[in-house]
């Protein structure tokens, strides 16, 4: 198996499949070859009869995922999360998988692998993680579809406060503000999240199938006049074409506190 397949690993049990994000070294960010195993993961399930789906990282992680892969962001004069990014072709390939994806998380889970946890259609979790979006950390301007994404899981106070804050949001407020369907304690983390995946894999999976694509396009297509968006984009060129970004990256690069000039 080659390196990159190696870092989703994937196991298929009962009609039940688990996906464990394998790349320690890094913390699961979430670079190009771990997100290109993750598309290609899904895409062999889909041949296989699977019910459901588990996205987890191995037991021992402390860090669920530390996010986009910091390094391979695109820095000046290109939208670093553009369509074809990585990060958003894994979200669109989990919105639109054939049957639920559920996010088992322990540890933390920061930025890009937010939005990817957001993206499964549950989330169970269980008391050691925390759920935090930093692109205020790096002078990144979040895109359009990510910030649809947080609009339609989230009341905008908290929407607010997550991004100007980037201060992760702990497992129980997590509960609280009803991001995870369910809190558990760890002991009882992964029984709980594969009783939960038993359960949907015994049902009718067609019509499970179509009311998942039917939430997706009645949720996700929502109509923006074009200048709006034209607006949206030409605001955010002026901020990934900031020194304010550059300096984002470089301070991560070279393990120093950031400082922003507005410019
Ligand atoms: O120094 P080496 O080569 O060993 O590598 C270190 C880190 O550089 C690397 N690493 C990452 N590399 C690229 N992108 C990342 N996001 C990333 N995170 C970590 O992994 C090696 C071990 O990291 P280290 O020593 O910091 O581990 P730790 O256990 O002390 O701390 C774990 C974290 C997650 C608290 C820490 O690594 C961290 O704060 N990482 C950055 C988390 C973050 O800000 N993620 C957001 C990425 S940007 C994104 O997702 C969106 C685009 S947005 O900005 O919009 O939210």
Not at 83 to 112: C, N, Q, S
Not at 185 to 193: C, I, N, Q, V, Y
Request: proline share 5%; hydrophobic share 50%.
């Amino acid at each position: 198996m080659s390196d990159a397949a190696q870092m989703v690993s994937v196991e298929v049990k009962d009609r039940i499949a688990t996906l464990t994000l394998n790349n320690a070294a890094k913390r699961n960010a979430l670079t190009r070859a771990l997100l290109d195993a993750l598309i290609a993961a899904l895409k062999s399930l889909k041949a296989q009869d699977v019910r459901v789906v588990i996205l987890r990282a191995p037991a021992d992680a402390t860090v669920w995922s530390a996010g986009h892969d910091i390094k391979e962001l695109p820095h000046g004069h290109e939208d670093p999360l553009g369509y074809a990014d990585p990060l958003e072709r894994a979200l669109r390939a989990i919105r639109e998988f054939p049957t639920p994806v559920i996010a088992m998380v322990h540890g933390t889970v920061w930025g890009g692998a937010f939005d990817l946890v957001l993206s499964c259609d549950m989330i169970v979790a269980d008391e050691t993680a925390s759920f935090a979006i930093t692109p205020v950390n790096l002078g990144l301007p979040y895109n359009t579809t990510g910030l649809l994404h947080f609009i339609g899981r989230l009341p905008m106070n908290l929407i607010k406060e997550m991004f100007f804050t980037a201060t992760p949001l702990k497992a129980e407020d997590a509960a609280r503000w009803h991001i995870v369907n369910h809190l558990v304690p760890s002991a009882e983390l992964e029984g709980f999240t594969l009783s939960l995946a038993e359960g949907m894999a015994a049902k009718a999976p067609l019509a499970v199938a179509v009311i998942k694509e039917q939430l997706r396009v009645l949720t996700d297509y929502q109509p923006i006049a074009a200048q709006v968006f034209e607006r949206i984009q030409d605001m955010r060129r002026k901020v990934y074409d900031s020194a304010d970004f550059q300096e984002g990256i470089n301070a991560f690069l070279e393990k120093r506190k950031a400082v922003f000039t507005g410019s």
